[in-house]
Antibody, heavy 116, light 108 residues
Framework: QVQLVQSGAEVKKPGASVKVSCKASGYTFTSYDINWVRQATGQGLEWMGWMNPNSGNTGYAQKFQGRVTMTRNTSISTAYMELSSLRSEDTAVYYC?????????WGQGTLVTVSS | DIQMTQSPSSLSASVGDRVTITCQASQDISNYLNWYQQKPGKAPKLLIYDASNLETGVPSRFSGSGSGTDFTFTISSLQPEDIATYYCQQYDNLLRPTFGGGTKVEIK
């Protein structure tokens, strides 16, 4: 079955960077796009961007342009999302999700806490 | 970006009640509209795609309708396991999806 398994929780200081991984299994990794979506505590879902694992092409929400980088390692079927210049407002659960359009499979989420 | 206005933000209903949630797009999105269910502490789950199509394995008490700018999500008979927050999501611009603000559904 399709599975997306994310890396564990992170605690970072303001100004630092965080890199979250998303390991795919149960399907051909390069055949489906990956989105990244975040959710602050008690808040709604916020789309951050997408990546095509085959080409490496990416597209980012304007809000995160210049601070987010999405990459992949096809040899280990893993996608990555790196967010830099962290601030307290970036404290959230970060999800990877497969497919453009309807996001059919999701990772379990990674809590990133930004605190001094 | 296309804005999605979802209402109500929360509702309380009894088991067996019919529950309706609406989502309005800031511009015509045809039927490029999905609905998700998110239970506390869990990732969202796709329930309805392309406005009215039920994802495989989703109970038939869930349904969706609409096109253009106005969409409706319905639970025909609310069950205790349906307690969750529901989100609409547009993908008219496939590379710029946006979510509605969510509707928290509780049992009265």
């Amino acid at each position: 079955q399709v599975q997306l398994v994310q890396s564990g929780a992170e605690v970072k200081k303001p100004g630092a960077s965080v890199k979250v991984s998303c390991k795919a299994s149960g399907y051909t990794f390069t055949s489906y796009d990956i989105n990244w979506v975040r959710q602050a505590t008690g808040q709604g879902l916020e789309w951050m961007g997408w990546m095509n694992p085959n080409s490496g092409n990416t597209g980012y929400a304007q809000k995160f342009q210049g601070r987010v980088t999405m990459t992949r390692n096809t040899s280990i079927s893993t996608a990555y999302m790196e967010l830099s210049s962290l601030r307290s407002e970036d404290t959230a659960v970060y999800y990877c999700a497969r497919d453009l359009g309807g996001m059919t499979s999701w990772g379990q989420g990674t809590l990133v806490t930004v605190s001094s | 970006d296309i804005q999605m206005t979802q209402s109500p933000s929360s509702l309380s209903a009894s088991v067996g009640d019919r529950v309706t949630i609406t989502c309005q797009a800031s511009q015509d999105i045809s039927n490029y509209l999905n609905w998700y269910q998110q239970k506390p502490g869990k990732a969202p789950k796709l329930l309805i795609y392309d406005a009215s199509n039920l994802e495989t394995g989703v109970p038939s008490r869930f349904s969706g309708s609409g096109s253009g700018t106005d969409f409706t999500f319905t639970i025909s008979s609310l069950q205790p396991e349906d307690i969750a927050t529901y989100y609409c999501q547009q993908y008219d611009n496939l590379l710029r999806p946006t979510f509605g603000g969510g509707t928290k559904v509780e049992i009265k």
